[in-house]
């Protein structure tokens, strides 16, 4: 088995393993924060899920959780921020659920990326961005 990122199935389980890294670093981030300033405590924020301390500290520790779109949002909820989500192609065109958000500029078409998913996290204060080697956009604004 090759694992050379030119490899389809590589970069597939590589993005994939990008994606998961980053949504959860998001989350913990956000959770960290709430914790800090006290408006959240680990036991809360499971309970506001729907789950147990123990699962949510295993999803934050050593695990590599496989979260559904159902959980995703519930995460969302019980940190009170909004999903929001667009797709970048290889030409830098940006697509939401509306359509197409932006064209590329001449500048933009000159560059070669690779497709990517834009997950930007809103909520109401200071902004926060994590960028993954795939080109994948994390914003947290908290």
């Given amino acids: 088995m090759s694992t050379s990122k030119s490899d389809p199935k590589f970069k597939m389980s590589f993005d994939r393993a990008m994606l998961r890294s980053t949504v959860v670093s998001l989350f913990w981030g956000i959770l960290s924060e709430r914790k800090r300033s006290g408006d959240l405590t680990l036991q809360a924020f499971a309970k506001k899920v729907g789950t147990s301390k123990h699962e949510v500290s ?30 970048i192609d ?44 795939s080109n994948t956009s994390f914003t947290a604004v908290a």
């Fill in 90 to 133: 290889n030409s830098g065109r940006i697509f939401k659920a509306s359509g197409i958000s932006s064209e590329p500029t001449a500048k933009t078409e000159a560059i070669s990326v690779p497709p990517a998913v834009r997950i930007t996290k809103v909520t109401n204060s200071s902004e926060s961005k994590i960028r993954t080697e």
């Fill in 58 to 87: 295993r999803w934050f520790g050593k695990g590599d959780p496989n979260w559904t779109l159902n959980t995703i949002a519930s995460i969302a909820n019980a940190l009170d921020v909004e999903l929001r989500i667009e797709a």
